[in-house]
Nanobody
Framework: QVQFAESGGGLVQAGGSLRLSCAVS????????MGWYRQAPGKQREWVAR????????QYADSVKGRFTISRENAKNTVYLQMSSLKPEDTAVYYC???????????WGQGTQVTVSS
């Protein structure tokens, strides 16, 4: 059974920083990519960033490019999201995502709340 352990969310003032982490365990499959999505109240879930396991290539949504950095420890199946220069519009529940190689099935963490005050 796939399990996610997310941490690092919280309340921060605009311009501040937070670091999210997500460890995946119990996965019977090969992970193609790990990443983060977010969902603000009343809005659809949106993709934030992901990193490809084999190449380590990071990809970012335009809204966070230059402010967020995604990284991964493959041996630990752990992904991190360093968030800097946070804005109130970054406020959302952030969900960790793992995508299975070959089937492209997505697996989700339970989410962690990030709140940025103005």
């Amino acid at each position: 059974q796939v399990q996610f352990a997310e941490s690092g969310g919280g309340l921060v003032q605009a311009g501040g920083s937070l670091r999210l982490s997500c460890a995946v365990s119990g996965s019977p499959f090969v992970i193609y990519a790990m990443g983060w999505y977010r969902q603000a109240p009343g809005k659809q879930r949106e993709w934030v960033a992901r990193i490809i396991s084999s190449s380590g290539s990071p990809q970012y949504a335009d809204s966070v490019k230059g402010r967020f950095t995604i990284s991964r420890e493959n041996a630990k199946n752990t992904v991190y999201l360093q968030m800097s220069s946070l804005k109130p519009e970054d406020t959302a529940v952030y969900y960790c995502n793992a995508q299975e190689l070959g089937t492209w099935v997505d697996y989700w963490g339970q989410g962690t709340q990030v709140t940025v005050s103005s």
